[in-house]
């Protein structure tokens, strides 16, 4: 029972990782329709940043890791939304109208190049970094096994729910969110009545790489440890959650976040960690085939 | 003649700009590198020079191209505009046979130029190799350039292919000619088991459902060691023979037997006779099948799927066919990749592998079968010529690994061929009829 609840709370914090990424995925795909299968790796560079801002603020100008935390995350941000922003001007825009598969044939290659692109500047090998604010809090004590609640993992949990309250109030209330919905609606219907859909698609890369970042620098903080080949895995996995809960829907992204982060750590502990991917992978694989609106999706409907 | 002085200041401003972006893209992730120092913490060494040269590549890059499109359209000259012209198919005539001749001749003339021991390299590598990744691309081509189906899983039926060899030949004694199409075969059934329940899907997730196939087929071949023996591979199966006649220098072995001296190259000349008759099968195969009815279907539903559903076309069965054939070259392809390599591991079928491949068949546009085979050469033997530059390392310094930059071009090189030239390197079969495009997602 006490393992139980333990890997309950290692299932939300990985869950919460992977459905900060997991929005980039819906929104993007959302709003052109595109897999945007680099995601994952903006995902990793974004924790590479981190990682060198962090050092270079810890190191270079001395401060304390704890507190050099706050201008990382924000340095992470600004960085890979510009990073994402000009992929999908180098990318993806002149790609609209092409023919179908373009896009994604795209960002696969943009994938693979920001994969080596990290590789080669950074090295192959794992990048680790001493922890950081590693207290914990102990719930029960006295059994078998102690469950261990660490601040870093209240930390990302909380940073989660904060971030997907502000975008979701982005998103209902406000006029780029407006605009969001209604190129998803109809693009060509939006730009007829005066909304920018090219600056509005940029937007949605940037927002969608800005928490990309949140979670490359969470993932940093509870796990201390990046590598440049990090981001193919996590990203099917965010991509995994984002169809489990239903392509396009916010909630459902998160919520598709906790169910894979849920599903994957304790496939891991009761069943082989060995074939803990596996798990992920299959549940794409299932919810694609059987179930291709996900949770919360609206069924897709096949325009001629 | 008001227009230069703008121009330029123009120019000056948008460079500064992308200089500026540039600067902040790559600020720490060149500008710096974190790497474990003695106590095993990271530390960073800052490498200014670089991040510098990148801001001013991106400065000069940009004022280049503001000035090159700026300038009057007249100047520009009409090479956008000098399109193919139909009687250019002519000249292909002799193509075809004069390149089939070259092909053969190739293992022999280097074999007499270089001499046996030197021929072993140009053989091995930008023969067979070569040959392996253009009936892979061949494959391919058959789902992702006639189907239009997405596959990103390709590594996992050519995977099946070398495993089934590995493994079958130990468990029945069969030789290489028997296993052959068995392998195909073994192969073409998993693209008919994964391709069934897949293929009504629409083509975006088509490819991510069979990309994460591939990566179970591989994790299942990482920790399944009773049966594949893990990250080690399976090694020791018997090596190629010439229908029965083992390549090895004593009395019973094929060099004695018709009178050469001892050559390891035999083999490989063998084996690239071997891998060019299977190619051309592959490629006399998809040649054929496009003229026939379900060829043409294939063409059509990569057009338009909805239109082919409504003109009454089985669209499951007719992706099925091509899925399946293209999975059945991937595990003849495997199965040679086994007898070359003599062993067989995961780590060869990784995605970067399906990646690979899958840019030959993007580079080469997609449904043509000799844009793929010149995208196959350019790839392969671009990489291979990577790995000769080890001059590079006197001018970058003794880390410098040129191999490393393969990946890194194919990516790009797929990036660019989407953005520039997406009917592929060598145009592609065009439709008859195109309608123009009504934009937004069809």
Redo the contacts between chains.
């Keep these: 029972m006490e393992i139980f609840l333990q890997q309950l709370i290692n299932g939300v914090t990985l869950g919460s990782i992977y459905g900060l990424i997991a929005i980039g995925y819906t929104m993007v795909f959302g709003i ?4 945007n299968f680099a995601h994952g790796d903006v995902f990793m ?1 974004s924790a ?2 981190a ?3 962090l ?2 603020l810890t ?2 100008l001395g401060l304390p890791a704890g507190l050099a935390f706050v201008p990382v995350l924000f340095g992470a941000m600004c ?1 890979t939304a ?2 994402n922003f ?1 992929i999908e001007r ?2 993806y825009r ?13 960002a ?18 794992n ?4 922890p950081l604010l590693d207290h914990i809090i102990p719930l029960t004590t006295g059994g078998a096994y102690d469950v261990t609640l660490s601040y870093k993992q209240i930390l990302i949990v909380v940073v989660t729910a904060i971030l997907l309250a502000a975008f979701w109030f982005v998103v209902q209330k406000t006029s780029l969110g407006r605009a969001q919905r209604a190129c998803e609606q ?3 219907m939006a730009s007829l009545l005066g909304v920018d859909v090219n600056r509005t698609i940029a937007l949605t890369f940037v927002i969608g790489a800005a928490l990309a970042a949140v979670a490359g620098c969470l993932f940093l903080l509870q796990y201390g440890v990046v590598k440049s080949s990090d981001g ?2 996590p990203g ?1 996995k965010a ?2 959650a984002a169809v489990l809960g239903g392509i396009g829907s916010l909630p459902g992204a998160v919520l598709g976040g906790l169910a894979i982060g849920l599903i994957e750590t304790l496939w891991g502990q009761y069943f ?1 960690s ?2 803990k ?2 798990a992920a ?2 549940i ?2 299932i919810t ?2 059987f179930m ?1 609106s996900g949770l919360l999706g609206r069924p ?1 409907v ?3 | 003649m008001s227009a230069p002085q703008p121009l330029l200041s123009r120019a000056f401003k948008e460079a500064s700009l992308a200089a500026v972006i540039v600067g902040g893209l790559s600020y720490p992730i060149i500008a710096f590198r974190a790497e474990p120092d003695f106590n095993n913490a990271l530390a960073l060494t800052s490498r200014w020079p670089l991040f510098f040269i990148f801001c001013g590549l991106g400065f000069g890059l940009r004022f280049l191209l503001t000035l090159w499109s700026g300038r009057p359209k007249a100047a520009r000259g009409e090479a956008a505009l000098a399109l193919e012209k139909p009687g250019a198919t002519s000249k292909n005539r002799w193509l075809a046979p004069l390149g089939l001749a070259a092909l053969i001749a190739y293992p022999i003339v280097i074999l007499v130029v270089l001499g046996p021991q030197a021929a072993l390299k140009w053989v091995d590598t930008f023969g067979v190799q070569i040959l392996l990744y253009i009936l892979l691309g061949w494959g391919l081509n058959i789902a992702v350039g006639l189907a239009g189906l997405l596959d990103l899983g390709y590594a996992a039926f050519y995977a099946v292919g070398a495993y089934a060899y590995a493994l079958l030949v130990p468990l029945t004694g069969l030789s290489f000619w028997a296993l052959l199409p068995i392998c195909g075969l073994l192969a073409a059934f998993w693209g008919f088991c994964i391709g069934f329940p897949v293929l009504r899907l629409r083509g975006d997730y088509l490819a991510i459902v069979t990309l994460a196939f591939a990566e179970i087929v591989r994790i299942v071949l990482v920790n399944w060691d009773v049966v594949t023996h893990g990250e080690a591979g399976l090694f020791g199966f018997p090596p190629v023979t010439f229908f029965g006649l083992p390549f090895i220098p004593g009395p019973r072995g094929f060099a004695a037997h018709f009178g050469l001296p001892f050559a390891a190259v035999h083999k490989l000349i063998f084996l690239y006779f071997v891998v060019l008759a299977l190619a051309l099968l592959a490629n006399f195969v998809s040649i054929r099948l496009r003229r026939l009815p379900l060829g043409r279907a294939w063409e059509a539903l990569r057009e338009d799927e909805i239109a082919c559903r409504a003109l009454g076309l089985d669209t499951a069965n007719i992706k099925l066919t091509a899925f399946a054939l293209g999975a059945f070259f991937a595990g003849i392809a495997g199965c040679i990749f086994a007898l070359r390599q003599g062993v067989v591991s995961p780590s060869s079928f990784t995605f970067n592998e399906s990646a690979t491949i899958l840019a030959i068949v993007v580079l080469g546009g997609r449904g043509s079968q000799w844009g793929v085979a010149l995208a196959a050469v350019l790839i392969v033997g671009a990489s291979e010529l990577l790995r000769e530059l080890s001059f590079l390392k006197a001018i970058f310094g003794p880390d410098f690994d040129p191999a490393q930059y393969r990946m890194l071009l194919v990516g790009l090189a797929m990036v660019a061929m989407m953005n520039f030239r997406p009917r592929g390197i060598v145009s592609a079969r065009q439709p008859t009829i195109t309608l123009p495009p009504v934009g937004g997602r069809a």
Aim: proline content about 5%; glycine content about 6%; aromatic content about 12%.
């Design positions: 052109i329709g595109m897999v560079l590479f940043i990682l060198l801002l050092l270079l190191q270079v960085l510009l990073w000009v180098v990318a002149r790609l609209r109208g092409s023919f179908r598969l373009a896009p994604l044939i795209s696969i290659g943009m994938s693979t190049f920001l994969a080596n692109f990290v590789t080669v500047t950074q090295g192959p090998n990048k680790s970094i001493p109809d693009a060509k193919f895995v099917v991509f995994t082989s060995d074939y991917d596996v992978f299959s794409l694989a694609l085939i291709p897709d096949e325009k001629v």
